[in-house]
DNA sequence: ATCGTCGGATTGTTGAACAAATCGCTCAAT
DNA sequence: ATTGAGCGATTTGTTCAACAATCCGACGAT
């Protein structure tokens, strides 16, 4: 063969397998994001390419590269000629993250899954069960993400794994604001077991009704905060 | 107001009114997309930094900046230090890219949409049976394409909306293969007529259930194509 | 207060350079 | 015949310096 094995199917394992150091630009784009879901660099504010050239000691064409891949990833807005800002998502942005997610989700949690992936579900459960019992908001925030990237990991379908962290990620970008009520995730507890017990009794449709009916509960809660 | 109106609910149409000429990274990346449609490259063929550079007669880091855009879409692959590849997707991709498209379309369809959402279905229906009529199978494709973009457009979601974009685009790369037959769309025209009648009743989980049908039946001709 | 104009700062793009990695080949050793 | 080391050519990854184009804010004229 004379083209390397690029993509097909084993294209994720491969990649998973492979050896390979993360390029200069990867890594500074896994800095930024890590500042951004921190919370150390806000919505709107202005990423100078310069400026973080010279902080992480990298060259100011590689910032550039990792820009491209925010961008792609919307965390990111580029403004032809004027820079990229950290990405704000107004009213009408939550509504469409949420429209995203009831697709991902509800589809998946319909197909079902094998059983140690429903095994996973259960766990990011307790996990948040625990954080609970621990007061952890910290904690309780984060357990609730892997219920949901759970529900998606259902599907086994790397293309909606991807997508669902993206949105995640973008969502952490206003969770900031949303997180000033402590008790943000605490009600969604036991929705989180009723979905999953459903989901464990086989009961696919129920438990789709059910994810379906705390998103957009979720949704309301979240436009609340965010000045509708 | 002193940061620009980045994103929030208002950016999507800020950014389609904004008078802004495409950069060149942006311009030779829609370039090698046309290419990647017009299956000028085929899948698993090598772009080379220095050869696209001269070709297209732009600097080789600008090219760099064109491969993000397409590594992002998938449309292309990256192998650190070996080169970015036409991506060429194999039968676990081909199940991947239709369990994205259950999810997004059948998701759309279900919430119904506005009525002349619902009027541009129809539009699409129609053109592809005009395209039949001409026995245009070009034009067939691309009816067929309108169609489902359509469906997608119900849910009035800009990220939905890319996201199905990007998923026709990659689908687009290994359609080449898949055309030999002639008459493939062919026998789907019956198929959307169904789905829009039903659509235009008012009738969404049964819309749903015909589209989810349409979607099985088509993966599996796709990936009997593909060598399963 | 509104409207040009001008200067400074930042982005967009280029071209050249160099280290590091990969590939294909030769050639010797087993 | 196969393996493996070595080597040269090619390509990528990254940096740097430069320049045009654009944007922003301030300053000044009306």
């Known amino acids: ?59 100011r064409n590689t910032v550039r590269e990792a820009f491209a ?37 509800v589809s998946a949690i319909r197909a079902g899954g094998a059983p140690e992936r429903v095994a996973a579900v259960r766990a990011a459960v307790e996990e948040g069960k625990a954080a609970a019992a621990a007061d952890d908001e910290e904690a309780l925030g984060t357990a609730n993400q892997h219920f949901h990237g759970a529900i998606v990991a259902l599907a086994e379908s790397r293309r909606l794994d991807t997508m669902m962290s993206q949105v995640l990620a973008e969502m952490r970008l206003f969770f900031h604001k949303a997180t000033v009520d402590a008790h943000f ?36 809660k979240q436009s609340a905060v965010h000045g509708d």
Chains 1, 2 share one sequence.
Do not use: K, W
């Not at 896994?30 to 400026?51: H, I, K, M, N, Y």
């Not at 989180?192 to 696919?204: F, K, R, S, Y």
């Open 69 to 105: 891949e925010l961008a792609a990833e919307r965390l990111v807005v580029r403004l032809p000629n004027r820079g990229v800002f950290v990405a704000s998502l107004g009213p009408g942005d939550v509504h469409d993250v949420y429209t995203v997610r009831r697709a991902i989700e």
């Open 185 to 220: 995730y605490r009600g969604y507890l036991d929705d989180n077991e009723e979905i999953c017990t459903a989901l464990e009794a086989g009961e696919l449709d129920r438990a789709g009704s059910l994810l379906l009916s705390y998103l957009d509960r979720s949704e309301e």
């Open 1 to 59: 063969m004379t083209t390397p094995e690029v993509a097909s199917g084993s294209q994720a394992a491969a990649a998973r397998l492979r050896v390979t150091v993360p390029s200069v630009a990867d890594r500074v784009a896994a800095e930024l994001r890590l500042q951004l879901a921190e919370g150390l660099l806000l919505p709107g504010a202005r990423l100078t390419e310069s400026t973080i050239a010279e902080d992480l000691g990298v060259s």
